[in-house]
């Protein structure tokens, strides 16, 4: 039988990818800054630190990213293995740290929101990623994101779909 091939990814940076689900089973999704664009819109996401676990560089990343303290979130799935993305060519090119990466590989983490709508604090780290801050459906999110993250996020859409329900 032959062995499923697999993706070489060294050369995609790591990352970590949050989704997280308030009360309702709705999912918070953020504008990147200074963005007016309809396709601007992404789950909060960033890099692991070398030496860093996944799920540590998440709830960091989190926090960092929306103000959302570790203790107002109780993890409650992940995504096995990696999920990738290519940059295209105008983002590979752009003069940014992005230059060394063809892209990013993630690992995503579902948490349960146990705070309040006070607690997301985009300004809460500076510079802010986010100007915006939003729930949704978790699958209209694909539809919000930009074409070359979509095919993340409808995986992320299908693994993450049975916490869409209110609990």
């Known amino acids: 039988m032959a062995g499923k091939k697999t993706r070489k990814l060294d050369r995609h940076r ?3 990818g949050m989704v997280v ?11 990147r800054c200074g963005s007016s664009n309809a396709r601007s ?3 909060p996401q960033g890099g692991i630190d070398a ?12 926090h960092e990213e929306t103000g959302i303290p570790p203790d107002k979130v109780k993890k409650i799935g992940k995504i096995k293995g990696w999920l ?17 990466w063809d892209g990013q590989k993630q690992r995503w983490f579902a948490f349960r929101f146990l705070g309040e ?19 949704v459906d978790l699958n209209k999110a694909p539809q919000k994101v930009v074409a070359w993250k ?11 779909s049975r916490f869409a329900i209110k609990p």
Do not use: S
């Open 150 to 160: 979509r095919h993340v996020y409808e995986q992320v859409v299908k693994a993450f």
């Open 21 to 31: 689900f308030n009360r309702d089973g709705k999912v918070l999704l953020c504008r």
């Open 51 to 62: 030496g860093e676990k996944p799920l540590a560089a998440a709830k960091r990343e989190l």
């Open 41 to 43: 819109w992404q789950f």
């Open 84 to 100: 990738a993305y290519d940059f295209p060519d105008d983002v590979r090119h752009a003069p940014t740290k992005r230059q060394r």
């Open 117 to 135: 709508d006070k607690d997301i604090n985009l300004e809460a780290h500076q510079p802010p990623e986010f100007d915006r801050w939003e729930w």
């Open 14 to 16: 790591p990352n970590a």
